[in-house]
């Protein structure tokens, strides 16, 4: 391969790296289940890191509790599934929808603060590819 081609290949990464990086700084989260106590808590640990949070209780026992679900994967750029809490009809609604609208899933048997501070902190860890 050319050094000029070698030279473009790296820049194209180093734009892509900065363009994640900017995407990862300000990101809209939704979590699914498990929020009902401790939503507020989440809530201040993602806007301490600059993230948007929204939260759906993972009930779906109406069609606008399954409508309202679809609509937070929708707007969200990382989708969190707590399953613990969770019926089975709503981690499986989450991850089809995630899946058909192509966005990203994490599924955890719990999310307290300190698991979803840990989240964050993986999350701009992995989006650091390095650099030319």
């Known amino acids: 391969m050319s050094p000029q081609l070698m030279g473009c290949i790296c820049h194209l990464r180093c734009r ?20 009902d106590r401790s939503g507020s808590l989440l ?14 209780t993972g009930v779906m ?25 969770n019926s089975h009809n709503a981690v499986r609604a989450a991850r089809r929808e995630a ?5 990203p899933l994490r599924i955890v048997r719990r999310m307290g603060s300190a698991q979803f ?9 992995a989006t650091r590819f390095g650099t030319c």
């Open 43 to 56: 809530q201040e640990v993602a806007e301490a890191r600059g993230h948007q949070l929204e939260l759906h």
């Open 117 to 125: 501070a840990a989240l964050l902190r993986g999350l701009g860890v």
């Open 16 to 35: 892509a790296s900065r363009h994640l990086s900017a995407i990862k700084d300000k990101m809209r989260i939704g979590i699914v289940g498990g929020v």
């Open 99 to 103: 899946k058909l609208r192509k966005r």
């Open 61 to 85: 026992s109406s069609a606008t509790a399954a409508s309202s679900l679809r609509a937070l994967i929708a707007r969200s750029e990382l989708v969190v599934v707590v399953t613990d809490v």
